[in-house]
T-cell receptor, first 115, second 117 residues
Framework: AQKITQTQPGMFVQEKEAVTLDCTYD???????LFWYKQPSSGEMIFLIY??????QNATEGRYSLNFQKARKSANLVISASQLGDSAMYFC????????????FGRGTQLTVWP | DAGVIQSPRHEVTEMGQEVTLRCKPI?????LFWYRQTMMRGLELLIY????????DSGMPEDRFSAKMPNASFSTLKIQPSEPRDSAVYFC???????????????FGQGTRLTVV
């Protein structure tokens, strides 16, 4: 089975600085996908970025990038030039193997951006 | 597209009552998921459907929970009878056909906040 671990319950960053949110995963499947979602205080789940296990390049989406280190089984999210609106809960998730359709979520990291 | 639509947004009910949560997935999506989010357990998958057929319901906590998908544009999650420990935010999500090599992120609805008193 897939397992996602987010070891940082909370992170703080000053506006305009970069921040890295950690995510490690465990799977025995060679094919899997890694996802990051943002959940602001309003509660909705917003998809941010995706990395496939066979992708050679790290995924990037605007200010978001995914630092994918396959050998270490880590998929850290890097947010550059933090904005106040980035304050939210961030979830790392994965799918793969025989259970392609389901996402396994980590417990999340609460990011607070201060002025 | 309006995205995944869930109703109601908030539900407060008394213990023992039946609760029905509703979801309309994004048109054309093949997969539909029901998740539950609590402080204690985080986000956990309850059940998911592929082309209206339940594929994995191992996350359904007990027989009090049931889910149906009578057609491609509608699903329900029912709790009968409800208990205080069922209080949580319930999310519905949908996605396209899942493939190893392509990005098939799940799109989430706004969630239903259920409170059982």
């Amino acid at each position: 089975a897939q397992k996602i671990t987010q070891t940082q319950p909370g992170m703080f960053v000053q506006e305009k600085e970069a921040v890295t949110l950690d995510c490690t995963y465990d799977t025995s499947d060679p094919s899997y996908g890694l996802f990051w979602y943002k959940q602001p205080s309003s509660g909705e789940m917003i998809f941010l970025i995706y990395q496939g296990s066979y992708d050679q390049q790290n995924a990037t989406e605007g200010r978001y990038s995914l630092n994918f280190q396959k050998a270490r089984k880590s998929a850290n999210l890097v947010i550059s030039a933090s904005q106040l609106g980035d304050s939210a809960m961030y979830f790392c998730a994965m799918n793969g193997g025989s259970t392609l359709g389901r996402l396994y979520f980590g417990r999340g990291t609460q990011l607070t951006v201060w002025p | 597209d309006a995205g995944v639509i869930q109703s109601p947004r908030h539900e407060v009910t008394e213990m023992g009552q039946e609760v029905t949560l509703r979801c309309k997935p994004i048109s054309g999506h093949d997969y539909l998921f029901w998740y539950r989010q609590t402080m204690m357990r985080g986000l956990e998958l309850l059940i998911y459907f592929n082309n209206n057929v339940p594929i994995d319901d191992s996350g359904m906590p007990e027989d009090r929970f049931s889910a149906k998908m009578p057609n491609a544009s509608f699903s329900t999650l029912k709790i009968q009878p409800s208990e205080p420990r069922d209080s949580a935010v319930y999310f519905c999500a949908s996605s396209l056909e899942v493939d190893h090599l392509t990005n098939t992120e799940a799109f989430f609805g706004q969630g239903t906040r259920l409170t059982v008193v």
